[in-house]
């Protein structure tokens, strides 16, 4: 069976940083680009970013461009996203998901994306 789990979200005040991970389970994780998606409060599901299988090439939303951070470990089967100066726009669920990819990939597009984990909760204060 397919998990994806995400843990590190919280409570922080504004410009603070956080580190989410999603440890994935029951699948070929080197054969899968990572993506990491939120949903702010009353507000749909928006792309923040992705990672390539490797971890050669990541892709990110222009509004966190230059403060997030995506990685990968391979070996440990878990993608990470750093987040700097956090603004309380930013409070939502933030979720992970594993796209196949054995040529092209998608980005941003989440329907593209195969598996999806039950997300964390981010509040940023202030």
């Known amino acids: 069976q397919v998990q994806l789990v995400e843990s590190g979200g919280g409570l922080v005040q504004a410009g603070a940083s956080l580190r989410l991970s999603c440890a994935a389970s029951?699948?070929?994780?080197?054969?899968?680009?990572m993506g990491w998606f939120r949903q702010p409060p009353g507000k749909e599901r928006e792309f923040v970013a992705a990672?390539?299988?490797?971890?050669?090439?990541?892709r990110y939303a222009d509004s966190v461009k230059g403060r997030f951070t995506i990685s990968r470990d391979n070996n440990e089967n878990t993608v990470y996203l750093q987040m700097n100066s956090l603004k309380p726009e930013e409070t939502a669920v933030y979720s992970c998901?594993?796209?196949?990819?054995?040529?092209?990939?998608?980005?941003?597009?989440?329907?593209?994306?195969?598996?999806w984990g039950q997300g964390t909760k981010v509040t940023v204060s202030s």
């Open positions: 998901a594993a796209q196949f990819v054995r040529g092209g990939w998608s980005t941003h597009n989440s329907a593209e994306y195969n598996y």
């Open positions: 029951g699948l070929p994780f080197g054969s899968y680009a």
């Open positions: 990672i390539s299988r490797t971890g050669g090439s990541r």
